[in-house]
T-cell receptor, first 114, second 111 residues
Framework: EADIYQTPRYLVIGTGKKITLECSQTMGHDKMYWYQQDPGMELHLIHYSYGVNSTEKGDLSSESTVSRIRTEHFPLTLESARPSHTSQYLC?????????????FGPGTRLLVL | GQNIDQPTEMTATEGAIVQINCTYQTSGFNGLFWYQQHAGEAPTFLSYNVLDGLEEKGRFSSFLSRSKGYSYLLLKELQMKDSASYLCAVTLRGGYQKVTFGIGTKLQVIP
């Protein structure tokens, strides 16, 4: 059973607001990921991290930023939310011992920007 | 880039067997995941194939042919709770685990 948490689960916010989506895992995993998924569409990787102080952009360009100051914590920030940011954001982690290890997903944050 | 193809929707009857296919074209292929995702929920891990052949895990089995760029997920003795999207995802060789997901196959199990 994976222990990866995301807060908030649901967020409705106005345009221009700054928001931070939290993601924490208690498994000691080195690698963490953020995906964006629109309803009925595939997951798109927007950020990933190999470990503390390591962050990289994913395949899908995103205006969000991430930080990895602690192993267990990988928050995602939008400085100025826009309606185009409305989506589901999924955080995941994996052990990081090489190619192929399973990614464990958090429950996701559904974001609606008005 | 990577290209992953799977049917968008399938319907099957409770108690039956269904096979969900996935084809991929990618460079630096390492392995292939299958995930299950119920509506509004996060994906959960089903299987991971690196070598050619069939791997069985209870009612679910997954097959991989690296030379053909082809995989399938086989679900036996279908239950209503199996109604979900099934995501095919490929991993690439490299210093990090880069995973590319397909759009998913939405399976509806009917009585």
């Amino acid at each position: 059973e994976a222990d990866i948490y995301q807060t908030p689960r649901y967020l409705v916010i106005g345009t221009g607001k700054k928001i931070t989506l939290e993601c924490s895992q208690t498994m000691g995993h080195d690698k963490m990921y953020w995906y964006q998924q629109d309803p009925g569409m595939e997951l798109h990787l927007i950020h990933y991290s190999y470990g503390v102080n390591s962050t990289e952009k994913g395949d899908l360009s995103s205006e969000s930023t991430v930080s990895r100051i602690r192993t267990e914590h990988f928050p995602l920030t939008l400085e100025s939310a826009r309606p185009s940011h409305t989506s589901q954001y999924l955080c995941a982690s994996s052990e990081g011992r090489g190619g192929g290890e399973t990614q464990y997903f958090g429950p996701g944050t559904r974001l609606l920007v008005l | 880039g990577q290209n992953i193809d799977q049917p968008t929707e399938m319907t099957a009857t409770e108690g039956a067997i269904v096979q969900i296919n996935c084809t991929y074209q990618t460079s630096g292929f390492n392995g292939l995941f299958w995930y299950q995702q119920h509506a509004g929920e996060a994906p959960t891990f089903l299987s991971y194939n690196v070598l050619d052949g069939l791997e069985e895990k209870g009612r679910f089995s997954s097959f991989l042919s690296r030379s053909k760029g082809y995989s399938y997920l086989l679900l036996k003795e279908l239950q209503m709770k199996d109604s979900a999207s099934y995501l095919c995802a490929v991993t690439l060789r490299g210093g990090y685990q880069k995973v590319t997901f397909g759009i998913g196959t939405k399976l509806q199990v009917i009585p």
